[in-house]
């Protein structure tokens, strides 16, 4: 049956102003979590600082820059929201001094006018675009012969109150700087990283549960990378004595085991945040 299509748009009723602008508020603030306001409880997001490390070691080649710059750093920059802070490092001889290649700050959150929220989020996409193109130069520049990943521990430092911290790696996590024991030469064993991470936490002064509610992500270098990247002959990725899961247990003995913090992410794949547990976020 024809159906009169002026009667028929007639009985849609236009949204209020009001109506519009809270719903384009809503898509604009990332401040809470939604399906938490549809269960009737709010969750408020707390202002996150995140340190990046980038390892410029020979051993991570093109692929994995390429991978890292068009992938992986997107996806942490559009986690950013107004109160956030962000800051670009090298991973090389002397990582626990250097200085950021790159920062990005949001500023503090405003809930004012539809105006200025979409001044702030034009803000924000010159913030990116600026830190993609400084990450780009950086990447570009010349390789380290190093590789000190513990540095970054003691570069960030413990938690800040009030704020959350996530600290990423993009690297083959293979520690070798002398002085330490190299993971390029030297095999790990569940005995031999409980003696390792002993004598770290005396020698370096770091504290059980220094990174307490810290999470931690590790974006690993390419598959292709680690089959052949630059620096790595076929000889070499024969004798190569810690894989993903050697290294993966470490590294969560170290962060989870004994600094308080969180391994949420460990691979040479795009990051997915971990699923909230069953009945979070219920108001009683």
Not at 19 to 29: C, P, Q, V
Not at 71 to 86: R, T
Not at 175 to 201: A, C, M, Y
Request: with cysteine; net charge positive; hydrophobic share 40%.
């Amino acid at each position: 049956m024809a159906t009169n299509r002026s009667s028929a748009f007639a009985a849609v009723k236009p949204l209020s102003r009001r109506a519009m602008l809270l719903g384009l508020a809503m898509l604009a603030a990332p401040a809470c979590d939604v399906t938490g306001l549809a269960r009737g409880a709010t969750v408020e997001r707390q202002p996150t600082d995140f340190f990046l490390f980038f390892d410029r070691s020979i051993s991570i080649g093109d692929k994995s820059n390429q991978r890292w710059i068009e992938q992986d750093v997107p996806a942490l920059l559009a986690e950013l929201a107004p109160g956030d802070w962000m800051a670009g490092y090298g991973v090389h001889g002397e990582t626990a001094t250097a200085e950021p290649f790159m920062k990005v700050d949001l500023g503090a959150p405003t809930a004012s006018s539809m105006t200025e929220q979409l001044r702030s989020q034009a803000q924000k996409r010159q913030a990116i675009s600026d830190a993609v193109a400084k990450l780009k130069s950086f990447l570009s520049g010349p390789k380290a012969k190093q590789t000190d990943l513990y540095g970054a521990f003691t570069r960030v430092g413990g938690p800040r109150t009030g704020r959350r911290k996530v600290i990423v790696f993009f690297s083959d996590m293979l520690e070798s700087v002398p002085g330490e024991v190299d993971f390029e030469k030297v095999p790990l064993t569940p005995e031999r990283n409980r003696i390792l991470v002993t004598e770290l936490l005396r020698r370096h002064g770091w504290t059980k549960e220094m990174f307490s509610g810290v999470e931690f992500r590790c974006y690993l270098e390419s598959a292709e990378d680690a089959e052949r990247g630059p620096g790595k002959t076929a000889s070499r990725n024969t004798a190569r004595p810690n894989g993903h899961e050697a290294l993966h247990a470490f590294w969560r003995l170290l962060i989870e085991g004994s600094l308080g913090g969180h391994l949420n992410h460990f691979e040479n794949a795009p990051y997915r945040k971990p699923e909230a547990p069953a009945g979070a976020g219920k108001s009683s």
